[in-house]
Structure formats: C-alpha cells, structure tokens
T-cell receptor, first 117, second 114 residues
C-alpha cells in the first residue's frame, strides 16, 4: 500500500519557537520521492523540497530543515525560530509508482500550523 | 505571468449550470494535472495529461470533463454538478509525468455548487 500519514492535524506555537512536523510514509517501491509543500491561506501549494529514496542526507535551508530516515519511513520537517508568516497548512507527499502509473503524488492530510505573535 | 495561473479564482454555480475552469502554465512543462481538495479528504488526483494526451483518469464522474488543447493550457469543463463537488480545484504542472518530477501548483479555483 502507498500511504502518507501526517498524524498532527493542528499545531499552535508562539513566535520564535521551534516546531517539527511529522511525516510517515508507506511504499513498496525501492525508488521513490518525498516532497513537502506549504499551503498558505491564499490556497496555492508552494513547493519546499524534494528528496529521493537514495539520499538520506538531512537538508537545511535557512530556518527550514528536513530529517529523512528510511529506517523509520519518516521525513520530518522542522522550522526553527518560527514566524507568523510560517502559518499555513503543510503537506507531505510521496511520489511512487502507485497503481502502476507514474507521476502520482500521494498526499498526507496536512498539518495546520498556527504561529502566534 | 509566471508559474501556474488559474481562472477564475472563485466560482459559484447552480447544479444545472455549465462552466469551465482554466489553467495555464508558463514553465515550459509537458505534463498537467487537475486535483480536487475538499475539506474532509486529502488532495485527490483527478486527471493527468502528458503532451496533451490524457494518461490518467482516477474514476472521476463524467460531469467533469477535462480538455488539454496544448501543453500550456488545461481546462476542466463542469456540468450538472452536485453540492458535494464544492471544493478547491488545483491545477499543477511538471516537466514530465514521473514519480520524481516536482509538480508546481496554481492558486486554485474555489468552487461552490448551490
């Protein structure tokens, strides 16, 4: 089965706190890709990162960092020193040969992050 | 214009109306997608087009009819919709249709069916 689970439905933090958004995936593919997208209230999904299954190096981009662990099938996302502008719904997605077709992205249900001043 | 654009941004229609959603990508991509995002479900892939040919149709009711006249434009024609079709409809594009290619999304059309 191909599945993405984001167990945290909503998270609320105060500005400058660090916050980690969890993502657990299931796939039978040996080659797959993981993505994170941000959806602000305007609605557009903004691409944040793509990671392939053979690259387990953690990545840092400014205040954002990602921790990919194949052993636990997790691809967690941490925002350091959160800001109000980080308030959005964050989606984790899996790109794999789902059902034999290429190009499908399987999305989690999203985590709504609220950062209060 | 840059990225992926969608018009209209908001649409209210009755169940007997016919309307169309438009998507345009300015990224030089060859693949385009329609997704449905409703409050109680994860994003659902509806249709995939590669080089103007439909390559995926995920059991979408026939009241939704896609059209891809060229690799830059994608339409979703709507007729006799139901209230449960109210949702945010997102268009996306990618260079090609593969599991590893990043999809870039438009801002969506918020559809309300009365």
């Amino acid at each position: 089965a191909q599945k993405v689970t984001q167990a945290q439905t909503e998270i609320s933090v105060v500005e400058k706190e660090d916050v980690t958004l969890d993502c657990v995936y299931e796939t039978r593919d040996t080659t797959y890709y993981l993505f994170w997208y941000k959806q602000p209230p305007s609605g557009e999904l903004v691409f944040l990162i793509r990671r392939n299954s053979f690259d387990e190096q953690n990545e840092i981009s400014g205040r954002y960092s990602w921790n990919f662990q194949k052993s636990t099938s997790s691809f967690n996302f941490t925002i350091t020193a959160s800001q109000v502008v980080d308030s959005a719904v964050y989606f984790c997605a899996l790109g794999s040969n789902y059902g034999g077709s290429q190009g499908n992205l399987i999305f989690g249900k999203g985590t709504k992050l609220s950062v209060k001043p | 214009e840059t990225g992926v654009t969608q018009t209209p941004r908001h649409l209210v229609m009755g169940m007997t109306n016919k309307k169309s959603l438009k998507c345009e990508q300015h990224l030089g991509h060859n693949a385009m997608y329609w997704y449905k995002q409703s409050a109680k479900k994860p994003l659902e892939l509806m249709f995939v087009y590669s080089l103007e040919e439909r390559v995926e149709n995920n059991s979408v009711p026939s009241r939704f009819s896609p059209e891809c006249p060229n690799s830059s434009h994608l339409f979703l024609h709507l007729h006799t919709l139901q209230p449960e079709d109210s949702a945010l409809y997102l268009c996306a594009s990618s260079q090609v249709v593969t599991r590893g290619d990043t999809q870039y999304f438009g801002p969506g059309t918020r559809l309300t069916v009365l």
